[in-house]
């Protein structure tokens, strides 16, 4: 007899869904297999569009990036391999603050000395405003970073459960970790018609109705958005970082993909630069914000390197996070490594620099163009409404669907967004992710897909999606 049953396996565990690894997903997989034993399709692949995994969709690595680990990873490269002068020498630097001088050591917890004092001076270029590397943590991506702080608010005070502020639509990552640390999900909706804005009039309505439910402890917000693609403006941002102090809330600033902005005149601006220079009372809010290595020009999403940044934290509450994420392990060495090369790239005049510029500058281009077309393509299917993708990897169309597809759905017991993600799937091979699994305002329907296909065959993606829609369409009208 099993000592663990479904019927007494944590309720937290079982009420987690992960729309991004979801049904729709697993059966991409099942008919991968399927392809590989010959059933015939009218497709002859699984493209894989539902999440954003640069490299798995062709983009090439940096080869500055690849030189160091391949020289860390196996020292006798420093010496005998054709590499440059300036990679040999930060391969040397970066041993030098191993344990041993070996990656094969343990880092410690919150990571390498020399890498958290880099980021700081990362962050102080980037915001123009001093940061403390003590305040800085690596961790084995961003995902990581972003549990440690959330198990920070899985209390319950006054005999209630504590809840985030989250935009909707949100990374399902964060729901996902809400169930496990027993933490509400206050939802706001973002305005679709105003390109995905944060409106404080929400904010203050979700507020507001959660009150007698929980309590309310921190606002999450995501910027560039996944999955949503927007880029929030300064002005926005003020709003937030005031509607946040006037109700004392920390603020949870995920902010992984931030190199990835593309929509003309926009610019991506931290939380933490402005907050500072909105200057008292504000600079004294509560924050954290994440980056990570796998989004941005880098794409490295396998070798799991991120951080998180804190400001304005009380002592003893930072001492009790140093306890804890000393007690989860150390952060991944080879990770800590391509932070060290994102954060102090080569610099003009030395060897990789002219290379490393090239490689960065054809990523963005090339995400930046992919962005456009996905956008103006969507929005040139009858029934589709993209807003522009302005920043990360995704974009989150909105799909109307007629009524006899919506009752189709509900014969199937189905969700209509989920219903037309499985046929699209089925019929082309297109793997999206439906928009409920992020949440969207009910009646509409969404899902969400990758920028990141090579630009020939992102344009043969978006050809076919709008063949199976008009199909799709005349079915159901």
């Given at each position: 007899?099993?000592?663990?049953?479904?019927?007494?396996?944590?309720?937290?565990?079982?009420?987690?869904?992960?729309?991004?690894?979801?049904?729709?997903?697993?059966?991409?997989?099942?008919?991968?297999?399927?392809?590989?034993?010959?059933?015939?399709?009218?497709?002859?692949?699984?493209?894989?569009?539902?999440?954003?995994?640069?490299?798995?969709?062709?983009?090439?690595?940096?080869?500055?990036?690849?030189?160091?680990?391949?020289?860390?990873?196996?020292?006798?490269?420093?010496?005998?391999?054709?590499?440059?002068?300036?990679?040999?020498?930060?391969?040397?630097?970066?041993?030098?603050?191993?344990?041993?001088?070996?990656?094969?050591?343990?880092?410690?917890?919150?990571?390498?000395?020399?890498?958290?004092?880099?980021?700081?001076?990362?962050?102080?270029?980037?915001?123009?405003?001093?940061?403390?590397?003590?305040?800085?943590?690596?961790?084995?991506?961003?995902?990581?970073?972003?549990?440690?702080?959330?198990?920070?608010?899985?209390?319950?005070?006054?005999?209630?459960?504590?809840?985030?502020?989250?935009?909707?639509?949100?990374?399902?990552?964060?729901?996902?970790?809400?169930?496990?640390?027993?933490?509400n999900l206050v939802g706001y909706y973002l305005d679709e018609d105003s390109?995905?804005?944060?409106?404080?009039?929400?904010?203050?309505?979700?507020?507001?109705?959660?009150?007698?439910?929980?309590?309310?402890?921190?606002?999450?917000?995501?910027?560039?958005?996944?999955?949503?693609?927007?880029?929030?403006?300064?002005?926005?941002?003020?709003?937030?970082?005031?509607?946040?102090?006037k109700h004392n809330l920390f603020i949870i600033a995920d902010e992984v993909?931030?190199?990835?902005?593309?929509?003309?005149?926009?610019?991506?601006?931290?939380?933490?630069?402005?907050?500072?220079?909105?200057?008292?009372?504000?600079?004294?809010?509560?924050?954290?914000?994440?980056?990570?290595?796998?989004?941005?020009?880098?794409?490295?999403?396998?070798?799991?390197?991120?951080?998180?940044?804190?400001?304005?934290?009380?002592?003893?509450?930072?001492?009790?996070?140093?306890?804890?994420?000393?007690?989860?392990?150390?952060?991944?060495?080879?990770?800590?490594?391509?932070?060290?090369?994102?954060?102090?790239?080569?610099?003009?005049?030395?060897?990789?620099?002219?290379?490393?510029?090239?490689?960065?500058?054809?990523?963005?281009?090339?995400?930046?163009?992919?962005?456009?077309?996905?956008?103006?393509?969507?929005?040139?299917?009858?029934?589709?409404?993209?807003?522009?993708?302005?920043?990360?990897?995704?974009?989150?169309?909105?799909?109307?669907?007629?009524?006899?597809?919506?009752?189709?759905?509900?014969?199937?017991?189905?969700?209509?967004?989920?219903?037309?993600?499985?046929?699209?799937?089925?019929?082309?091979?297109?793997?999206?992710?439906?928009?409920?699994?992020?949440?969207?305002?009910?009646?509409?329907?969404?899902?969400?897909?990758?920028?990141?296909?090579?630009?020939?065959?992102?344009r043969t993606i978006l050809e076919t999606i709008r063949t199976f829609h008009?199909?799709?369409?005349?079915?159901?009208?």
């Amino acid at each position: 007899m099993a000592s663990m049953t479904i019927q007494n396996l944590s309720p937290n565990i079982l009420q987690m869904e992960y729309a991004i690894q979801g049904p729709v997903v697993a059966r991409a997989g099942e008919i991968e297999e399927e392809l590989k034993k010959g059933v015939k399709k009218p497709f002859k692949n699984v493209i894989r569009a539902n999440i954003g995994d640069a490299q798995a969709m062709g983009q090439p690595p940096i080869t500055f990036i690849r030189q160091m680990i391949a020289c860390i990873a196996y020292p006798k490269l420093i010496e005998e391999g054709n590499f440059p002068e300036d990679v040999r020498k930060r391969a040397k630097e970066f041993l030098q603050g191993c344990s041993g001088g070996t990656i094969g050591s343990y880092s410690i917890p919150h990571g390498l000395g020399h890498i958290r004092r880099r980021v700081a001076e990362y962050i102080e270029l980037r915001d123009g405003v001093p940061a403390d590397w003590k305040n800085v943590y690596l961790s084995a991506g961003a995902t990581v970073a972003i549990q440690y702080c959330l198990q920070l608010f899985s209390d319950r005070s006054n005999g209630r459960k504590n809840g985030i502020l989250t935009p909707v639509p949100t990374y399902p990552f964060y729901s996902a970790c809400y169930s496990i640390f027993g933490i509400n999900l206050v939802g706001y909706y973002l305005d679709e018609d105003s390109n995905w804005d944060t409106k404080i009039e929400e904010l203050e309505r979700s507020l507001v109705e959660a009150q007698n439910t929980c309590n309310v402890r921190a606002l999450l917000v995501i910027n560039p958005g996944n999955p949503t693609g927007q880029v929030l403006s300064r002005k926005n941002i003020e709003e937030i970082i005031k509607f946040a102090y006037k109700h004392n809330l920390f603020i949870i600033a995920d902010e992984v993909s931030q190199d990835n902005v593309y929509s003309g005149g926009k610019r991506f601006y931290s939380f933490r630069k402005v907050m500072i220079e909105l200057g008292a009372p504000y600079s004294s809010i509560e924050l954290v914000s994440f980056t990570s290595v796998s989004k941005g020009y880098m794409g490295e999403s396998g070798l799991r390197g991120g951080w998180l940044e804190l400001n304005n934290i009380q002592p003893d509450v930072q001492a009790q996070l140093f306890k804890y994420i000393s007690a989860m392990g150390t952060p991944n060495v080879i990770g800590q490594a391509v932070i060290d090369c994102v954060v102090k790239p080569p610099s003009p005049g030395e060897p990789s620099y002219d290379l490393w510029l090239r490689e960065k500058t054809a990523v963005l281009e090339s995400l930046n163009a992919r962005a456009r077309l996905v956008s103006e393509s969507l929005n040139a299917i009858e029934g589709y409404k993209c807003n522009v993708v302005q920043g990360a990897l995704y974009a989150f169309p909105r799909i109307n669907l007629p009524p006899k597809a919506v009752a189709a759905a509900e014969e199937a017991n189905q969700l209509p967004d989920v219903f037309y993600a499985y046929r699209l799937l089925e019929e082309t091979g297109i793997c999206v992710v439906p928009g409920s699994g992020f949440g969207q305002v009910p009646g509409t329907y969404h899902y969400r897909t990758t920028i990141l296909p090579e630009y020939d065959q992102l344009r043969t993606i978006l050809e076919t999606i709008r063949t199976f829609h008009q199909r799709f369409i005349a079915q159901y009208t």
